[in-house]
């Protein structure tokens, strides 16, 4: 099974899948093995890329934010789902109003912003799109939120993940799944976690599981596959986990790897 990151990994940095990456994807799949996306991104908007790559079937499954999501690659069956509470929505939001942090809260088919975001919407016009500028006014009781971003440059993000209060990384699943985002999930839920639930319905070992990743969302997922592969653009910590660092995103780096491991196949 190869368990692969969307954004910054697969994706180039148009958000596109390559024709390279489609054939060696295809090609994997036509030996027999599988193919798990694993991504921050809600499970709508993964739609696209599994029916790219002929993944949109009973035979699959998808991990979505960051692992609060396990979706039949059809969208015919949930196979877990983990949202936040009252409580820590209310937590969240009040502490990135009280930096003054921009926020993201994602329900299952659409973001809830704090501000307009002309960029983001621009970059992303499939993402469906609310402003409310006081989010502590929302009714989450029938959305239930599956991640809460606070919103910044790279620089502001990473101060922002230094001045995060004592125990809020006890309370949230603390990463960045792209540099400009503080990503919070429920306690408890990760790719990796996600992936346990995907493998043993499929019938898969971890040590039998090649994982790509580029950002710290990605550790748990890289540190249970058998074999952990860095993309060349991925973050420091990201490589230095990695049992591999392949090509970046910009060169077809999981499509090259993928490549390398079917010609090296005995069975082939």
């Not at 009280?98 to 002309?118: K, L």
């Not at 006014?137 to 230094?162: F, N």
Request: aromatic fraction near 8%; charged fraction near 25%.
């Amino acid at each position: 099974m190869a368990a692969i990151d969307l954004d910054g990994t697969l994706l180039t940095p148009d958000k596109q899948v390559t024709p390279r990456s489609v054939e060696a994807l295809r090609a994997w799949q036509a030996r027999g093995f599988k193919v798990v996306l694993a991504t921050a991104r809600p499970f709508y908007r993964i739609g696209t890329y599994l029916r790219m790559l002929d993944l949109a079937n009973e035979h699959n499954y998808a991990i979505a934010f960051n692992g609060g999501m396990v979706m039949r690659a059809d969208g015919g069956e949930r196979l877990h789902s983990h949202s936040f509470s009252a409580a820590e929505i209310a937590d969240a939001v009040a502490y990135g109003g009280s930096i003054g942090a921009p926020m993201f809260v994602y329900t299952e088919d659409r973001i809830v912003s704090s501000e307009d975001n002309e960029l983001y919407r621009r970059k992303n016009p499939d993402v469906n799109f609310e402003v409310s500028e006081d989010l502590r006014s929302v009714d989450w009781t029938d959305r239930p939120v599956y991640k809460i971003a606070y919103v910044g440059t790279p620089d502001a993000v990473k101060e922002m993940r230094k001045g995060l209060p004592f125990g809020f990384e006890q309370k949230y699943e603390v990463s960045s799944s792209v540099p400009q985002f503080v990503d919070l999930v429920p306690r408890g839920t990760s790719k990796a976690r996600a992936l346990e639930m995907v493998a043993a319905r499929v019938g898969v070992l971890a040590s039998e599981m090649v994982a790509f990743g580029d950002e710290d969302n990605d550790a748990a997922l890289l540190g249970f596959a058998g074999l952990a592969v860095a993309v060349g653009n991925a973050s420091d910590v990201i490589k230095e986990m990695a049992d591999v660092v392949c090509g970046p995103n910009t060169d077809d780096g999981v499509a090259r790897f993928l490549e390398g491991l079917l010609a090296d196949d005995p069975d082939g």
